[in-house]
């Protein structure tokens, strides 16, 4: 079983950036798909970025490409999300997630591990 903790959250101005990390204790991080998902007030958790690790293979949602960049290092049983340009539509609890599976459009449903959250604020 994985356990997942993320840190790196905070309150940021708009246009600023942060980094998210995600660290991983169980014994088979290497096998998993990782994934960020967010979620805001009053909305469902939304699928922000995954990777399948090295070679590198990672999708984003439409909302955050190219200002987002999620990486992994799996020597270090560590996840990485970059967030820059941030915007306030960007403030939400962040997750980390496993899954066993990678599929082109993401759901909650995707996942078999959840982190705990990490809340980013970005403020106008």
């Known amino acids: 079983q994985e356990q997942l903790v993320e840190s790196g959250g905070g309150t940021v101005q708009a246009g600023g950036s942060l980094r998210l990390s995600c660290a991983a204790s169980?014994?088979?991080?290497?096998?998993?798909?990782m994934f960020w998902f967010r979620q805001a007030p009053g909305k469902e958790r939304e699928f922000v970025a995954n990777t399948l690790g090295s070679p590198e293979s990672a999708t984003y949602a439409d909302s955050v490409k190219g200002r987002f960049t999620i990486s992994r290092d799996n020597a270090k049983n560590m996840v990485y999300l970059q967030m820059n340009s941030l915007k306030p539509e960007d403030t939400a609890v962040y997750y980390c997630?496993?899954?066993?599976?990678?599929?082109?459009?993401?759901?909650?449903?995707?996942?078999?591990?959840w982190g705990q959250g990490t809340q980013v604020t970005v403020s106008s």
């Open positions: 169980g014994s088979t991080f290497s096998s998993y798909v």
């Open positions: 997630a496993a899954g066993s599976r990678w599929r082109l459009s993401p759901t909650v449903d995707d996942v078999i591990y």
